[in-house]
């Protein structure tokens, strides 16, 4: 997991894997609450290029969220960054847990 810190917002990226027997949140967690909130969260997932899961991991965000989507040089895969104003950390790792459970999306 790597923090970085940028002028309005934070950047903490995580990789949970489904078959993490252990909480793969724990640690992302133990982070967001050493931040001040409401904060504005950078997200970041990619997925093979597919519009029903694209769709769905739009409707993740609020219409408030600025969204970014780029298409890897291939065109196999679709990348969705997003912005948004959050305002605790239970309500980032709920987002993290939603995305999980769609098939063969990956958050960065």
Known sequence: ME??????FSVLCIVAKK????DPYIGLWEKLNK?????VYYFKF????DNRTLALVQ???????QMKINKSRNGKYLSVS????MLDAESIIERYKKA???EGVMAL
């Open 35 to 39: 931040e001040d909130f409401p904060r």
């Open 82 to 85: 997003a912005k948004e104003l």
């Open 19 to 22: 078959e993490n027997k252990e």
């Open 59 to 65: 409707a993740l965000f609020s219409g408030e969220a």
């Open 3 to 8: 923090h970085e810190q940028h002028s309005s």
């Open 46 to 49: 990619i997925f093979p290029n």
């Open 100 to 102: 999980s459970d769609l």
